[in-house]
């Protein structure tokens, strides 16, 4: 079982960087670890992905070139790091794990999911 944790997150204003971290129990190896956001009365939305066992990362339409996912193989942690931040990128954030090889956009593909940390941009 890799229960992800996220802590971080924080108020940050627009145009601001903020970084958030997934940590997991077990180790990532073998799976794909992916970023989701929810804003309230929306539906979770796909952010970014990273496939362990490649490296490859996936990031959603909204977030490319602004969002990048890096990982720590020692520390057993994923980063999302978030530049030129937006009021509409204020989300509940989560980390959640799935098999190697999954769509990576799929929400149902991700076995674990965690709490979430909230994000709120101010503008």
């Known amino acids: 079982q890799v229960q992800p944790v996220e802590p971080g997150g924080g108020l940050v204003q627009a145009g601001g960087s903020l970084s958030v971290s997934c940590a997991a129990s077990?180790?990532?190896?073998?799976?794909?670890v992916g970023w989701f956001r929810q804003a309230p009365g929306k539906e979770r939305e796909f952010v970014g992905a990273?496939?362990?066992?490649?490296?490859?990362?996936y990031y959603g339409d909204s977030v490319k070139g602004r969002f990048f996912i890096s990982r720590d193989n020692a520390k057993n942690t994923v980063y999302l790091q978030m530049n030129s931040l937006k009021a509409e990128d204020t989300a509940v954030y989560y980390c959640a794990v799935g098999p190697q090889g999954i769509e990576p956009k799929f929400i149902a593909g991700y076995n674990y999911w965690g709490q979430g940390t909230q994000v709120t941009i101010s503008s």
């Open positions: 990273i496939s362990w066992s490649t490296g490859f990362r």
């Open positions: 077990g180790r990532f190896s073998g799976y794909t």
